[in-house]
């Protein structure tokens, strides 16, 4: 297939072989630094033998507009996780694939735009029975008392971002007080709505699913686990640092491994929930939903992430590797999701 591979990038004016030559350096320097996300994508459809054409958007939509017009692809494989720098408007470039008539892989605008609104997926995923915490967002600028049916801890994120951008131990408040003034630091620093969320005791489990319809596989399910003795119970949160910083996971024990043994009830719960939320949020292709396992076996959905992360070695392709696809091969299948998603329609 003629493949083009769109993907944000800082590099205002960077043309195809600005690109090609970036991700040669990149790819060649892989086993000790990571490349691009774009670039690995990319380089698995190449070995799987596709034409690839690099396409990397800043904030020209004209221009990816001209160009789409000029490589005319069977497949676009959209791995664009911002516009503009912002990652609130993903969705420009899945709208103007839709607008312009091309074929893309992952969820469309609606599905990007009510999963990154961490209250708007909540109030959805609510409707169809699937177990949330209880919220309150904050407006800049609006003074909101905190309903009586919310029961401290709470957890304050910024309403829309992803990657666990302003999520740091300080996020758990124990009171008013404390909520006051990390909604204020929110609203100032992320210029957003702030969420307080119940806090959910419990493990972090990952599940990432891929396909559509009925035709639904999920994928073994991941963890993030967390050293007890060096982590108190709400300590026990996928942080920036938790997720990103090396050195400060070896020093709490943090790790990302396949789920510890879960109770049968639990994973087909967990299967059913998935099925459910696909549906409910119109996702498509491939997804990642973050939830968390209470003590009492309970589980609740933090969020689902309709554009997650598909980089080498992390959560989604590990667990695709386990299910016994290698890298090459994951990419391939999400291209051909999108395919037979197009096929059928
Ligand atoms: N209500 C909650 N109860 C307990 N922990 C929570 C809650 N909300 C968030 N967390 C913790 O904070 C982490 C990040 O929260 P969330 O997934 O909502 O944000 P994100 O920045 O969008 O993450 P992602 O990188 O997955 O897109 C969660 O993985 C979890 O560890
Ligand atoms: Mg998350």
Redesign the pocket.
Known sequence: MRIVVTFDTPYGGWDHPDHERQMATEVAAWTHDEPEMEYQVADALRERGHEVTLLGVQDDLQYLVRCLDEIRPDLVFNAVESFHGNPGLEYMVPGMLEAEGHRYTGSPPLALLISRN?AMSKKVLAYHGIRV?GFVTFRPGETRAVPDTLRFPL?V?PLL?????G?AQASVVQDETALTERVAMIHQRFDQPAIA????QGR?LYASVIGNGDALHILPITEMVFDKRRNRPEER???RSA?WDEDYRGRKGIRNVFARPLARAVRERLAAICRTAVRALWLRDYARL?V?LAPDGELWV??A?ANPFISYGHDMANAAEKAGMDYYQFIQRLADEAVARYGRA
């Open positions: 961490k915490p957890i994120k971002s992803d990657a666990s951008a999520i969320e119940e806090f959910v972090e949160i996928a942080t997720k973050d968390r933090l969020e992430n």
